[in-house]
């Protein structure tokens, strides 16, 4: 019986695969709308592709040739080929311009660049892209029911942004690179005044400012000896009571010594 079941399904699956082939190769573009809308409804978003494509061809500004060039951009979506995705949602909105699906169509313009967005240790292009796409949408439609979730979404790829950041302000401090820590300490500490980071940040600014200082040549000291010690009061200043505050005091009660 298991072997019976087994060959009827088999004759079935070749039968659906016959039917298809001949629905793709024929002339009859109603049968190929109506099997394109089946195979969507069952998630066959692959052989969907192929029918919508044909149908849009044969018919671009019918109806049928909207909703299957829309419903190609949503299948790409769906099938986790983003890049394809935003193509045809971006082309679907200017073939398309005074679509009543336009609103819509412009949010997933924007979540196709969010899951494009790389893990933030990566290139940041993308992710960069994604922060520009979504806030288009906001500010075209500022008064739609998914500003909110935007709003979020920017807030976590700025996060991003800010992560890897941080992680080259902490490697130039493990590596000992005192120059570029500074530096880039302090560019963090101006673009993310807000950060959850920016403590440690401060700290790595004043650390690395004291071992530039002392590792500097003779006419170079007392001037970067004075920025230093203005670092460090300015990092008091906002955190007395941080755990590094003695390491910090240390370093500078070293500078007076020294000069």
């Known amino acids: 019986?298991?072997?019976?079941?087994?060959?009827?399904?088999?004759?079935?699956?070749?039968?659906?695969?016959?039917?298809?082939?001949?629905?793709?190769?024929?002339?009859?573009?109603?049968?190929?709308?109506?099997?394109?809308?089946?195979?969507?409804?069952?998630?066959?978003?692959?052989?969907?592709?192929?029918?919508?494509?044909?149908?849009?061809?044969?018919?671009?500004?019918?109806?049928?040739?909207?909703?299957?060039?829309?419903?190609?951009?949503?299948?790409?979506?769906?099938?986790?080929?983003?890049?394809?995705?935003?193509y045809y949602y971006s082309s679907y909105m200017q073939r398309?311009?005074?679509?009543?699906?336009?609103?819509?169509?412009?949010?997933?313009?924007?979540?196709?660049?969010?899951?494009?967005?790389?893990?933030?240790?990566?290139?940041?292009?993308?992710?960069?892209?994604?922060?520009?796409?979504?806030q288009q949408f906001v500010d075209r439609y500022p008064g739609s029911y998914l500003v909110d979730s935007c709003n979020l979404i920017i807030d976590q790829l700025r996060f991003k942004l800010?992560?890897?950041e941080f992680e080259a302000v902490q490697l130039y401090d493990r590596t000992e690179n005192f120059k570029a820590a500074v530096a880039a300490g302090e560019l963090f500490m101006e673009h993310y005044s807000r950060s959850s980071f920016l403590e440690e940040a401060?700290?790595?600014?004043v650390k690395n400012s004291y071992f530039m200082t002392i590792n500097s040549i003779e006419t170079k000291k007392r001037e970067r000896s004075a920025q230093t010690t203005e670092r460090f009061r300015n990092f008091a200043l906002r955190y007395a009571g941080s755990k590094y505050l003695k390491e910090l005091e240390a370093y500078i009660q070293e500078l007076e010594k020294k000069q």
């Not at 969010?114 to 933030?120: C, D, L, R, T, Y």
């Open 202 to 205: 401060h700290y790595i600014v």
């Open 96 to 134: 398309f311009p005074y679509s009543n699906k336009s609103e819509e169509v412009l949010f997933m313009i924007a979540m196709c660049s969010v899951k494009n967005s790389p893990e933030h240790s990566l290139d940041q292009t993308e992710t960069e892209l994604a922060i520009s796409n979504v």
């Open 1 to 86: 019986m298991k072997n019976i079941f087994l060959f009827t399904f088999f004759l079935l699956l070749l039968s659906a695969c016959s039917d298809y082939a001949k629905i793709v190769k024929g002339s009859d573009y109603s049968q190929k709308f109506v099997t394109a809308n089946s195979l969507y409804d069952q998630q066959d978003f692959d052989k969907a592709i192929v029918l919508y494509e044909q149908i849009y061809q044969h018919a671009p500004k019918s109806g049928e040739g909207e909703l299957s060039y829309y419903r190609m951009a949503q299948s790409y979506y769906q099938i986790e080929d983003y890049y394809m995705a935003q």
């Open 162 to 164: 800010e992560l890897k």
